[in-house]
Structure formats: C-alpha cells, structure tokens
C-alpha cells in the first residue's frame, strides 16, 4: 500500500530517498510546533505541498552537537517518527460548525480527526457529517459548536474524468453514480473497481464529484516527479484536490467533470463568534 506521499509526487512505496528526505526535513525544519503530547516539524514546497511530521514529547536533554538547535540528543527522525499528515496549501475555504474532535491513534497522540456539519449551496440538501484528518490537531482545542472556515485537502486515491457531466453520466457504473457536486461518505471496500492505495483515518475516505474550476501541473521539487493540484467545486463548497498522475483516467482540464475517490485532511483558518 502507498503512503500518502504518493498524491504529491513521491514513489508510492517508501524507498530510502524517500526517507532520507524525511529525516533531513525533520531536522531542518523551519516550522515547528509543539504542544505538550509532543511537536510537529513541518516541511513545505514551493508549490504549496506540506507534510506535518509527528513527534512524540522527550524528557530528555538537547544536543549542543548536531542536528538543529532545539533537536533533542539521540533524536532519531525516522526512528521517532509517529506518523504524518500530507496537505496542501490552495484556495479551498469550506464553512462548516465543528461537531466533535476525536483521537484516532493510542498510540499517535498527534493524530486525530474532526466531524463537522457541512452545509450545501443547494437549499433543498441537508448539511451532512463531514469527517477530515485534522492538520495540527494536538496544537489546540476548537469549541464544539463552533462556526469555522477550514481549507480542505482531498488525496486523490482514483480520479475519473470528463469533458462533460453527460459522459461521466454514462460511463460511470451505478455504485459510484452520484450526482455532479454531491460528496458521499465511502467504506473501505465498498468500491471494487476503486481498490485503496493507502489507509485511510477512520471516516475520511469520500467519494466527491464536481467541476474542476482550475488544474495545475505541479513538480515535486524532491523527486522532480510531477502531480496535479485540482481545485474542484462541489454543492458544498470547493476542495483542494491533489493527484499523482497514474491514479488519474482522463482530462482534468479546466471546466470538466471530475469523480474521485479521496480521503480529506483539513486545517481549520479561523472560528467564527
């Protein structure tokens, strides 16, 4: 299985270049945060690519030898290594009211997911419970109730698309049919000719369908690999979509229809009072 790399343009299995890049990102790292159940170091690209690398909290001393400064003796970038989050900086602002906030590691407690009710510019659709992997999530509590804006990332696992929603209407099979702009909460395994390419957090994975307002060719400044940024409008507002090419089937041009299957991540911009 792929890790989540893969969608901006790194090898889909884990190779040592791969975590070379890893560890010198993780001591390099011009961001940080920490919080008290440990610290996220934070790489980002030109282009607008991050990965959130977890790291648990060390009561241990720092290192006057090596590293970076701050970077705790016997840090271990790969060994330490708790998990990540992959985004992507764009132009996706969702407005949504924060439901619940939830861990989803025992043993990650960076790690985490947030449900939210999503509304819809459609007045005849219900809002619906809308799960997302939450960027920064040990970094504070948000109130539950509260109004937010949260810009929304979607890993693309497969993409299908159409220069016009006729042809997505017809070529595509009855279990994944939905509506242009309408978003459907998936299972793992609910979609056989969609087989996952990396694990999703519990309640992340969607299936989404809409119109690709604008399409970028992008090239990981890493691996020198190209991948597409999507910026795709749904009922529910837009989504910042990011897709490594061989998981793509047709034209992502802008103005075409665009079915994928994706699992979402999300940063919250700011609460609404």
């Given at each position: 299985?792929?890790?989540?790399?893969?969608?901006?343009?790194?090898?889909?299995?884990?190779?040592?270049?791969?975590?070379?890049?890893?560890?010198?990102?993780?001591?390099?790292?011009?961001?940080?945060?920490?919080c008290a159940e440990g610290e996220y170091?934070?790489?980002?690209?030109?282009?607008?690519?991050?990965?959130?690398?977890?790291?648990?909290?060390?009561?241990?001393?720092?290192?006057?030898?090596?590293?970076?400064?701050?970077?705790?003796?016997?840090?271990?970038?790969?060994?330490?290594?708790?998990?990540?989050?992959?985004?992507?900086?764009?132009?996706?602002?969702?407005?949504?009211?924060?439901?619940?906030?939830?861990?989803?590691?025992?043993?990650?407690?960076?790690?985490?997911?947030?449900?939210?009710?999503?509304?819809?510019?459609?007045?005849?659709?219900?809002?619906?419970?809308?799960?997302?992997?939450?960027?920064?999530?040990?970094?504070?509590?948000?109130?539950?109730?509260?109004?937010?804006?949260?810009?929304?990332?979607?890993?693309?696992?497969?993409?299908?698309?159409?220069?016009?929603?006729?042809?997505?209407?017809?070529?595509?099979?009855?279990?994944?049919?939905?509506?242009?702009?309408?978003?459907?909460?998936?299972?793992?395994?609910?979609?056989?000719?969609?087989?996952?390419?990396?694990?999703?957090?519990?309640?992340?994975?969607?299936?989404?369908?809409?119109?690709?307002?604008?399409?970028?060719?992008?090239?990981?400044?890493?691996?020198?690999?190209?991948?597409?940024?999507?910026?795709?409008?749904?009922?529910?507002?837009?989504?910042?979509?990011?897709?490594?090419?061989?998981?793509?089937?047709?034209?992502?041009?802008?103005?075409?229809?665009?079915?994928?299957?994706?699992?979402?991540?999300?940063?919250?911009?700011?609460?609404?009072?």
């Open positions: 299985m792929c890790t989540r790399l893969h969608a901006i343009g790194f090898p889909c299995e884990m190779d040592r270049r791969t975590a070379e890049f890893i560890g010198t990102a993780a001591l390099n790292a011009k961001r940080r945060i920490a170091r934070i790489w980002r690209s030109p282009a607008g690519a991050e990965i959130w690398l977890h790291y648990p909290s060390r009561d241990r001393p720092f290192s006057r030898t090596g590293g970076s400064a701050g970077t705790p003796s016997g840090f271990d970038p790969i060994g330490d290594l708790m998990g990540m989050t992959v985004v992507h900086a764009g132009a996706s602002v969702m407005r949504m009211r924060l439901a619940r906030v939830l861990r989803v590691s025992k043993d990650n407690p960076l790690d985490g997911t947030c449900v939210a009710m999503l509304g819809s510019q459609r007045s005849s659709d219900k809002p619906i419970a809308f799960t997302f992997e939450l960027v920064g999530y040990a970094e504070t509590r948000h109130a539950t109730g509260a109004e937010a804006r949260v810009r929304v990332t979607a890993l693309a696992q497969w993409v299908w698309a159409f220069a016009r929603e006729d042809a997505y209407l017809a070529a595509t099979p009855s279990h994944r049919l939905i509506g242009k702009g309408a978003m459907a909460q998936a299972e793992p395994g609910m979609l056989p000719d969609a087989p996952l390419i990396y694990r999703p957090k519990p309640g992340t994975l969607w299936l989404v369908t809409g119109e690709v307002r604008r399409s970028v060719r992008l090239v990981n400044p890493v691996t020198r690999a190209p991948y597409y940024w999507v910026l795709l409008a749904t009922d529910r507002g837009d989504i910042d979509l990011v897709a490594s090419p061989d998981r793509i089937e047709g034209d992502v041009s802008d103005g075409h229809t665009l079915q994928a299957v994706v699992t979402t991540a999300g940063r919250i911009i700011e609460e609404l009072h």
